[in-house]
Nanobody
Framework: QVHLMESGGDSVQAGGSLKLSCAVS????????LAWFRQVPGKEREGSAS???????NYADSLKGRFIISKDNAKNTLYLQMNDLKPEDTAMYYC???????????????????WGQGTQVTVSS
């Protein structure tokens, strides 16, 4: 079992930055693929970024250059640095774990087994 808890969501002006955190506990954190997803009401959950055990990462095309995913294995924490935020980034953001065996840097929510409760990000123009 893996438990995840997101934090860092807030209301910001367009052009601002936020850093989300996700505390991971339970099964061996360092052996899992981790990711950030986001969802707005009425729409499907979409992948934002994923990171593998070796630190390699993958991003949704629309977020490349603005969002950075990282992790601190010593702190069992996943991060998402979000820069130059836009109103369309407004969403609930979730972290998730894709347990072994490693299936690649996937951004399909159906591939992820464990989820946090989410943290709200609101960007105003």
């Amino acid at each position: 079992q893996v438990h995840l808890m997101e934090s860092g969501g807030d209301s910001v002006q367009a052009g601002g930055s936020l850093k989300l955190s996700c505390a991971v506990s339970g099964e061996s954190y360092s052996t899992n693929c981790l990711a950030w997803f986001r969802q707005v009401p009425g729409k499907e959950r979409e992948g934002s970024a994923s990171i593998a055990t070796d630190g390699t990462s993958n991003y949704a095309d629309s977020l490349k250059g603005r969002f950075i995913i990282s992790k601190d294995n010593a702190k069992n924490t996943l991060y998402l640095q979000m820069n130059d935020l836009k109103p369309e980034d407004t969403a609930m953001y979730y972290c998730a774990v894709d347990p072994p065996p490693y299936g690649g840097l996937r951004l399909d929510p159906n591939e992820y087994k464990y989820w946090g409760q989410g943290t709200q990000v609101t960007v105003s123009s």
